[in-house]
């Protein structure tokens, strides 16, 4: 069917739909009027879309609308970045929005923009380049350059800059509304040239220079925004580098970034050029219309443009709104003025080849200058066209090749694949489907993913994301027998959708056992390659860090035998791997971070003494690192994380002076941490929790009031970071641990009502998380303890029966979790701490036989853990609560008590003098000592 | 005040433009591919079969519909884009509307005739 037909069948088919069923058949008829043919047609439709009913069709393959970054709906007004409180959105696109915001400490009057980057800046290395260039933009000092007067990361890790707001129009739209006439125009070009001079005598390349990007002021100045700000985002390294991000702004790009090629001050020359040859012909280079992007990305890699002056519309031509001609005194006039020298000076601008274009922005305003005061120009007609062809003549293949490279992400798989339908075999053609499948899906997982990771509230969208993604990997994984490389990348892929569904390392969705799953998945994949293949290191340290994250999840989850078993066996790959011997930093690095998990999993199991010994060993190996490269931060991160650990450990070994000797070395380095890079919200998150082990660690010494500071330091740290992202489940359970820090201190201080309010706001937050994973072994024994705590407050207020109501809830909770998980000792220590507490308010109640039971039920949860873990302090604590029991058995079951007190006794006697060294054991060997006198 | 541009999508309609034409290429290329095996009889690929297939494609012969599209693309190229939204990309109404720069009236007559028409293509295309 022709359109002249579907549009008159159309004509009388779509009102016809409109009608009910009744009304159509005289509708059509009428309508026709006597073409039968037409009638016939419409009815034979009409029937069909009865047929057709409500399904066809309409259910779709896929909703797009899913895998869309929820952050285009994000919004950060009201909000305060920095000292900056962001006003109003005045712009938005893919990489990020842009807010009009002003300082909150009201130190200047001004308004700034902020623009939020949406690019991850995850690694220290990328964050680190981020800051420099940073700094080398901050210091561009021009009149017609807007200032970058900041920038940083907020809370929740995204990068943001700061940057003087311009008030303007963009310049083509400028020109347009103001009817400037050729020679404004030129002049307030070279006024351009000019600051971008500026900018390259201090190896600054703006990179992405276009109309928009140049707002001309009220008083007819030009403003050059986001000077370099292209080259600070591109945080892709080697990667595809791009393609998303360049083809977009694929109009005023040199074939040079199309390629991929070296960008330099000649990439700038050439957009100048496109754009001087919009304000002269208010066309492109290289179409009249709109090219579709991989269209106009292969004209600007092939195609030589139009010379201005042939691009000037004739009288026919000519339209309404944008067109310049209209602004002159005609078209024909324009062409005449275009012709010559400004053709040559546009053309030289936009050769193909850097070498051949102006050498110096400050070299094209000079040619524009002579030009306006009538003197020859440089640049001539033979430096453009002749060499222009020979080089697209010599570099077609590369260039051909080079822009479908970057169209098959950017939109142009469709182009391609016709290419590659029209020009080869089966065989070929299933070859390249295969990769642009591949590609979609690593475009979809990785480049969106890594783009939304960091915002605030994203979760939900990068599940979406992932989840599709790995619809089609998944299907990939089958074909993938034989290649190691695409099955590299599909154990990459899942490791990444892991680590979003539940590694506890990051914030996560909270789905542990999915996340298990995909890991699970990648070992699959990664293990029989390293078997294959021994010297494959990278598969190797692909493995040992899949182990490492099975053991992370697993640990979270309650198993703790299983996460030490896989942390061992990452841990073995670091240490009999070959590259021990070259001295690799990075590999020290991730050596060391294993190491310390080890060490970490060691201490929660309850081997404290390996444990130690592991952590010294990260320390060591921290300190190796740190000599090597003092100014890089990993060295320092890693060695304060050892001390830390090491310190926490002698806390528990009673070894406390050490203790917090360690633990303060860790602050100190931390703070220094923070003092360099006050915006990193990471870093900040660290120094609270080293407030916190400082804190605790005087709460031994019993320097309560040096403590309570610390761990006010720890909570307004960790409340600042919770504010920035309030769905991030790690960062509340940090606030409720340091609300229950404080609470801890005010019991010891017996200021009972702040305490109660301390622990009742961690039992909010407790309640919660454990509420989002309900199978969360961290999330139940955390929401346990707060109940335990508040239930302690609330006795030592005399509410007697909420308290009991409120540790029993607790309790059951523990020992839920103890068949949970029998290898979880520390579970027995906090039971019995439960009962006991229990055991003493029922005693204050008068209910003593309950109490009896629930100090019996203490000793064995006591005697349990001392089985498995045979410290000092949990001897004590066993001793103690065999007297408690006495103490409760009391003169009535006189028997009774005097044996259990005995047993007490004689588990203290029985320490080695070095344990007994401490006010605990003495308070507990006296308490003993009496009980056992007395019931004699 | 004018807006401070960012580049890269540039909005979600560009986002949108360009996945409904990516899904179908992968769709009806996967589907003619499949239908190529099978007559070939090359080794059957189960599992991308699974994910592209049938996780994701309705009960609908892809290769036809892509035909008939190419055909409707003829008559009224807009027509075409509104299916490749609406069923390619899951759009609603007035997402295609924001992509296409028409109204959500329009995208709901350019959809209700679009498919009238291709259930009879496709109808007939089945046929023996």
Known sequence: ?936 | MVAQELPEWQNRAHFFAVAAQLMRQILVDHARTRRASKRGGDVPRVSLDEALGQALAPDVDMVALDDALKELAQMDPQQCRVVELKFFAGLSNDDAAEVLKVSPSTVKRDWASARAWLFRELDRSSAP
């Open chain 1, 1 to 936: 069917m022709n359109t002249g037909r579907w549009q008159a069948v159309r004509e009388v088919l779509d009102r016809a739909i409109d009608l009910s069923v009744d009304e159509r058949s005289g509708f059509v008829a009428e309508a026709c009027a006597g073409d039968r043919e037409l009638q016939v047609e419409v009815e034979s439709l009409l029937c069909c879309y009865e047929q057709a009913g409500e399904e066809f069709l309409n259910t779709p393959v896929i909703d797009v609308r899913s895998l869309v970054p929820s952050a285009y709906e994000n919004s950060y007004i009201g909000c305060r970045i920095g000292v900056y409180q962001i006003v109003e959105e005045i712009g938005r696109g893919g990489m990020g929005e842009v807010y009009r915001a002003s300082r909150v400490d009201g130190q200047f009057d001004k308004q700034v923009a902020v623009k939020l980057v949406r690019v991850g800046l995850e690694t220290p290395r990328l964050l680190e380049r981020f800051y420099m260039e940073r700094q080398i933009l901050a210091s561009l000092d021009h009149p017609d350059i807007a200032r970058l007067y900041d920038g940083g990361t907020t809370e929740a890790g995204v990068p943001y800059l700061v940057m003087e707001l311009i008030e303007g129009t963009p310049l083509d739209q400028y020109c347009d509304e103001h009817d400037l006439q050729l020679r404004a125009r030129l002049q307030l070009f070279t006024q351009i040239c000019a600051a971008v001079q500026y900018a390259h005598q201090r190896l600054v390349i703006h990179r992405d220079i276009k109309p928009s990007n140049i707002l001309v002021t009220k008083d007819g100045a030009p403003k050059l925004l986001d000077f370099g700000i292209a080259k600070i985002l591109d945080t892709s390294g080697s990667k595809l580098d791009t393609t998303l991000y360049r083809a977009m702004t694929l109009e005023y790009a040199s074939p040079e970034q199309i390629r991929g090629a070296p960008i330099t001050t000649a990439t700038d020359i050439y957009s100048l050029g496109v754009v001087l040859y919009r304000l002269l012909t208010a066309k492109s280079p290289y179409s009249e219309g709109t090219l579709a992007p991989h269209e106009l990305a292969r004209s600007i890699c092939d195609i030589e443009p139009r010379r201005p002056s042939s691009a000037v519309p004739g009288r026919r031509g000519m339209r309404d709104g944008v067109d310049v001609a209209r602004a002159s005194l005609g078209a024909e006039k324009r062409k005449k003025q275009l012709k010559g020298d400004l053709d040559n000076i546009v053309l030289k601008a936009l050769n193909k080849e850097p070498e051949r274009r102006y050498a110096s922005a400050e070299q094209m305003s000079a040619d524009i200058r002579r030009h306006l005061e009538g003197l020859p120009v440089a640049a001539t007609p033979d430096s453009v066209t002749y060499r222009t062809r020979k080089f697209v003549r010599r570099h077609k293949v590369g260039v051909l090749a080079t822009a479908f490279v970057l169209l098959a992400v950017a939109g142009g798989v469709a182009a391609t694949v016709r290419e590659a339908r029209i020009a080869s075999a089966n065989a070929r053609r299933a070859e390249r489907r295969f990769a642009d499948v591949r590609k979609l899906a690593d475009s979809f997982l990785f480049e969106f993913d890594d783009a939304i990771e960091f915002l605030p509230g994203s979760t939900p969208a990068r599940a979406l994301v992932v989840k599709r993604a790995m619809e089609y990997l998944g299907g990939l994984a089958a074909e993938a027998a034989g290649d190691r490389a695409l099955q590299m990348e599909i154990a990459a892929a899942y490791k990444k959708v892991g680590k979003v569904q539940g590694d506890p390392i990051y914030p996560n969705l909270g789905d542990s056992g999915g996340a298990l799953d995909s890991f699970c998945k990648a070992l699959a994949i990664l293990e029989p390659i390293a078997r294959a293949d021994p010297g494959n290191e990278e598969a190797r340290l692909a493995l040992a860090s899949t182990h490492q994250q099975i053991s992370d999840v697993l640990s979270f989850s309650g198993d703790t035998a299983g996460a030490l078993e896989h942390s061992r066996i990452a841990l073995a790959m670091y240490e009999t791997s070959p590259t021990n011997l070259t001295g690799d930093t990075q590999f020290q690095k991730a050596r060391t971070t294993q190491t310390y998990h080890y060490a970490n999993l060691l201490q929660s199991s309850g081997a404290l003494n390996e444990a130690a010994v592991e952590y010294r060993k990260a320390a060591e190996l921290s300190r190796q690192i740190v000599a090597a490269s003092p100014s890089d931060p990993d060295g320092k991160i890693h060695l304060a994380a050892s001390v830390d650990g090491l310190g926490y450990v002698l806390q528990q070994t009673g070894d406390t002076a050490e203790a917090l000797d360690n633990l303060r070395t860790g602050l100190n380095i931390r703070e220094g941490l923070v003092k360099v890079d006050p915006n990193n919200s990471h870093y900040r998150r660290q120094l609270a929790f080293s407030h916190q082990n400082v804190g605790l660690s005087l709460l031994a010494t019993n320097d309560t009031a040096a403590a309570l500071a610390h761990f006010r330091q720890e909570l307004a740290l960790f409340g600042s970071l919770n504010a920035a992202d309030p769905k991030d489940a790690q960062g509340r359970r940090n606030l409720s641990l340091a609300h229950k820090m404080i609470g801890d201190v005010f019991m010891r201080e017996r200021q009972f009502p702040r305490a109660l309010a301390e622990y009742e706001a961690s039992l909010r937050i407790d309640r919660d998380l454990a509420a989002i994973d309900p199978n969360n072994f961290q999330a139940s024994l955390d929401l346990s303890f707060s109940e335990g705590k508040v239930g302690m407050a609330l006795g030592k207020l005399g509410k007697a029966a909420q308290a009991v109501n409120v540790l029993r809830s607790g309790i059951a909770r523990q020992e839920s979790l103890l068949g949970h998980d029998a290898q979880h000792f520390f579970v027995y220590a906090h039971l019995a701490t439960s009962y006991s507490s229990l055991a003493s308010l029922l005693i204050e109640r008068g209910e003593k036989y309950a109490a009896i039971e629930y100090y019996r039920k203490a000793v064995a949860s006591r005697q349990s853990l001392s089985k498995e873990v045979s410290s000092a302090a949990n001897q004590i604590a066993l001793a103690e609560s065999y007297t408690n029991l006495a103490k409760a058995l009391g003169p009535a079951n006189r028997d009774e008590a005097f044996e259990e007190s005995s047993i007490s006794l004689e588990i203290l006697e029985r320490l080695p003098p070095a344990d007994r060294n401490n006010a605990r054991f003495r308070v507990a060997l006296a308490n003993a000592r009496f009980e056992c006198s007395v019931r004699r």
